[in-house]
């Protein structure tokens, strides 16, 4: 059997790279096909710890899992957020009691007049059914009813996921109940800032000299990252 973390927030391949420069734990669409490529057929089981993110990423693992040749099992030992738990869904699921899963409309920014706005609206409602298509393969609710508790940020604990058939079982159902759960994704002007210095780098520009430079600024952006918390939840573009 393969194991595969879907831990950290969900990001995009191509931001992996700074999370880890940071020692944070993230998920990248890339962490899932490599091991999926060298699987070979052979059973999967998720460890899914995850606030939640992008939810293109999330939309690219749940497919490769569910097109997978191999039984997949989804193990929720701590919170399969958002777009966590679109993933989820891409098997057999079983979850801690002790474990959350929370499911809500996707969101985003949106700069420009009310007609922008109205498209962005749209395109937000047709990302909710989107997605809500994961929920109803496998609890076999209707889409009226998934979009109505996405609309009210459903926050389940396993009996309540299992009753609602987004859980097939409960892990040791005589553990006590209780989670806590802190979101981790880097805000985008840090993303940015990082994409930016890198570029600037000499052409031959090594993982050891991108972590020289960061040395000498990692403090300010941790500094800024404590800010962001203390403030407010942060939303990365067609965050989930």
């Given at each position: 059997?393969?194991n595969?973390?879907?831990?950290?927030?969900?990001?995009?391949?191509?931001?992996?790279?700074?999370?880890?420069?940071?020692?944070?734990?993230?998920?990248?669409?890339?962490?899932?096909?490599?091991?999926?490529?060298?699987?070979?057929?052979?059973?999967?089981?998720?460890?899914?710890?995850?606030?939640?993110?992008?939810?293109?990423?999330?939309?690219?693992?749940?497919?490769?899992?569910?097109?997978?040749?191999?039984?997949?099992?989804?193990?929720?030992?701590?919170?399969?957020?958002?777009?966590?738990?679109?993933?989820?869904?891409?098997?057999?699921?079983?979850?801690?009691p002790?474990?959350?899963?929370?499911?809500?409309?996707?969101?985003?920014?949106?700069?420009?007049?009310?007609?922008?706005?109205?498209?962005?609206?749209?395109?937000?409602?047709?990302?909710?059914?989107?997605?809500?298509?994961?929920?109803?393969?496998?609890?076999?609710?209707?889409?009226?009813?998934?979009?109505?508790?996405?609309?009210?940020?459903?926050w389940?604990?396993?009996?309540?996921?299992?009753?609602?058939?987004?859980?097939?079982?409960?892990?040791?159902?005589?553990?006590?109940?209780?989670?806590?759960?802190?979101?981790?994704?880097?805000?985008?002007?840090?993303?940015?800032?990082?994409?930016?210095?890198?570029?600037?780098?000499?052409?031959?520009?090594?993982?050891?000299?991108?972590?020289?430079?960061?040395?000498?600024?990692?403090?300010?952006?941790?500094?800024?990252?404590?800010?962001?918390?203390?403030?407010?939840?942060?939303?990365?573009?067609?965050?989930?």
């Amino acid at each position: 059997m393969k194991n595969i973390n879907i831990k950290g927030p969900i990001v995009a391949s191509d931001e992996k790279w700074i999370y880890d420069i940071f020692d944070i734990e993230a998920t990248c669409a890339k962490d899932v096909t490599d091991v999926l490529k060298n699987a070979n057929g052979e059973d999967i089981q998720l460890t899914i710890n995850s606030p939640g993110g992008d939810v293109y990423t999330a939309s690219e693992i749940y497919t490769e899992l569910k097109d997978y040749a191999g039984s997949v099992e989804s193990r929720i030992v701590g919170v399969a957020a958002s777009a966590a738990s679109v993933i989820a869904m891409a098997g057999r699921v079983k979850m801690s009691p002790t474990a959350q899963l929370m499911i809500h409309n996707a969101s985003t920014i949106a700069i420009g007049d009310y007609n922008e706005m109205d498209k962005t609206s749209n395109f937000l409602k047709s990302v909710n059914k989107s997605i809500s298509t994961s929920y109803q393969q496998k609890t076999g609710l209707s889409e009226e009813d998934l979009l109505n508790l996405m609309d009210k940020e459903t926050w389940m604990d396993a009996e309540e996921a299992k009753e609602k058939g987004f859980v097939d079982e409960i892990m040791f159902e005589d553990a006590p109940k209780a989670v806590a759960s802190l979101p981790g994704a880097l805000p985008k002007n840090v993303i940015d800032k990082m994409r930016t210095d890198a570029l600037k780098q000499p052409e031959k520009v090594t993982l050891e000299d991108i972590k020289n430079v960061v040395a000498e600024m990692k403090q300010e952006i941790v500094n800024e990252l404590k800010n962001e918390e203390k403030q407010k939840p942060v939303k990365n573009n067609w965050l989930f």
